[in-house]
Nanobody, 124 residues
Framework: VQLQASGGGLVQAGGSLRLSCAASGRFSRHNMGWFRQAPGKEREFVAA????????YYADSVKGRFTISRDNAKNTVYLQMNGLSADDTAVYYC???????????????????WGQGTQVTVSS
């Protein structure tokens, strides 16, 4: 699976962005996650969605503000981000895992495939 993230940019605090991650390969057979990495910090889990899209998982820091979704017909996963703050500034990465008994892993090492990242900058 190859992943290509897009949709990042510069937005004012309180604004919204929608990230997209286009995939090639057997997209519908992979669970998908979004992670982010701010300068000087480790990569951290943001959100994840199961193969079917029926189960979603969120980090506490984004719950209620971000929504992950996927369109298996378009081989794309999305991250709708609302109520952005300066703390959300980071490079955002999409990732994929074919794990069978998936429970929304938040561990970077559990994902086999990664996109190149897209920069999100929130100005306060």
């Amino acid at each position: 699976v190859q992943l290509q993230a897009s949709g990042g940019g510069l937005v004012q605090a309180g604004g919204s962005l929608r990230l997209s991650c286009a995939a090639s390969g057997r997209f519908s057979r992979h669970n998908m996650g979004w992670f982010r990495q701010a300068p000087g910090k480790e990569r951290e889990f943001v959100a994840a969605i199961s193969m079917s899209g029926r189960r979603t998982y969120y980090a506490d820091s984004v719950k209620g503000r971000f929504t992950i979704s996927r369109d298996n017909a378009k081989n794309t996963v999305y991250l709708q981000m609302n109520g952005l703050s300066a703390d959300d500034t980071a490079v955002y990465y999409c990732a994929a895992t074919p794990e069978t008994y998936y429970t929304g892993s938040q561990q970077v090492g559990n994902y086999d495939y990664w996109g190149q990242g897209t920069q999100v900058t929130v100005s306060s």
